[in-house]
């Protein structure tokens, strides 16, 4: 549902556009190739978030980023609909750095890892931690009720950061 296309330019920037399900471009910046700054963007929220996305793989792989990219992001679902595209933005980035999903995550948004899990798979799995560390197994699912499963967006996504916030601090209540 979500993809990243790269290539490398001449100009020390990487010049980062999104587009949603009808080719529309909804995000835009430009950053330092040096540093991440924000030279330029639509969404000063979304370009810090992203900043920092690409900060913590270049430290994670310091050969990350050395030279200016033209990225380009497309969806093929609404943007409003939410359906993991932080994490599969996570997962791709992890793919182009070359390091490691799971601890880009860890160093960016937190979480179970399950949807970075998701987004490297394109079929069923059963997901656990152990020690800590992600694992998986794949599984088929394929109930007598599947032609009966649907998905039904209810006009407002829940933001996962805020939600994995407030189970932790649910769970140090408890404890």
């Known amino acids: 549902g979500q993809s990243l296309h790269v290539q490398e330019n001449s100009y020390q920037l990487i010049s980062w556009k999104s587009f949603d399900e009808k080719k529309q471009l909804w995000f835009e910046a430009f950053f330092s190739a040096q540093n991440f700054k924000i030279v330029q963007t639509n969404n000063l929220s979304i370009a810090k978030r992203l900043s920092q996305i690409l900060s913590a793989a270049q430290k994670i792989n310091p050969a990350f980023l050395q ?14 609909w939410g359906l993991g595209t932080s994490s599969t933005l996570i997962y791709m980035i992890s793919e182009w750095a070359k390091i490691d999903a799971f601890v880009l995550l860890e160093k960016t948004f937190g979480g179970s890892g399950y949807d970075i899990a998701c987004a490297g798979v394109e079929r069923s799995i059963l997901y656990k931690k152990i020690n800590k560390k992600p694992t998986w197994e794949y599984c088929d699912f394929n109930p007598s009720f599947s032609d009966q499963l649907f998905f039904i967006y209810l006009g407002k996504k829940q933001n996962s950061r805020e939600g994995i916030a407030h189970y932790k601090k649910m769970q140090q209540r408890a404890g």
């Open 67 to 80: 030279n200016g990219f033209d990225v380009k992001t497309e969806l093929t679902f609404p943007r409003k």
